[in-house]
């Protein structure tokens, strides 16, 4: 059976009967119905609440794992309702990177590559690579992959090892010079 519909059409009374026979539907899509709940235009903020609750409920781990998959959609569920300062959405964020971090280790994920950050979204109507799948650390990919600032990279450290090398070769006969005049 399909749902049939796009998510934010949908009623309140039909988005609950969705969630409690969500395994009838093998289009379901639970990514979508977050995505709903912060864009439908049908329902009042009561029960946009009153939905994320019961999404929230019933999908508890898929609703972790979206902060790591697409954390713009899960930072508008959450801050549904409410207004924020700019110190309080920078906390959010930070509190979403260090769950992302968590995530990333407790799965012992080697890659990087999830959802929003294995897209090209470069934010330009006109730009034909948009939603194009990437490869991780592809220079296409705009806005980059999740960095932390734990992160070790190896690349820049070889990049500055190989230079300072260079330099101290380029100085070595210059020291000995140095060395010879003095004694």
């Not at 999404?55 to 697409?70: E, R, S, Y």
């Not at 960095?147 to 000995?176: G, V």
């Amino acid at each position: 059976m399909k749902v049939g519909k796009q998510f934010n059409t949908l009623t309140y009374g039909e988005y609950l009967h969705l969630i409690e026979n969500h395994k009838k539907f093998t289009d379901f899509n639970t990514l979508g119905l977050f995505r709903s709940i912060v864009e439908t235009t049908k329902l009042n903020l009561d029960e946009k609440l009153e939905l994320r609750k019961v999404a929230v409920a019933a999908f508890a781990k898929t609703f972790d794992f979206l902060q790591l998959k697409d954390p713009v959609t899960y930072f508008e569920v959450n801050i549904l309702g409410e207004t924020l300062t700019v110190a309080d959405k920078n906390q959010a964020w930070d509190d979403i990177k260090r769950n992302q971090q968590l995530i990333l280790e407790n799965k012992r994920l080697s890659h990087r590559n999830f959802g929003t950050y294995s897209k090209h979204i470069c934010g330009y109507d006109t730009c034909n690579l948009n939603g194009m799948m990437i490869r991780q650390d592809s220079h296409l990919a705009y806005g980059g992959t999740i960095h932390f600032n734990s992160d070790n990279h190896r690349t820049w450290s070889k990049q500055k090892n190989a230079e300072r090398q260079k330099q101290e070769r380029k100085a070595k006969p210059q020291l000995i010079k140095l060395q010879l005049e003095n004694e």
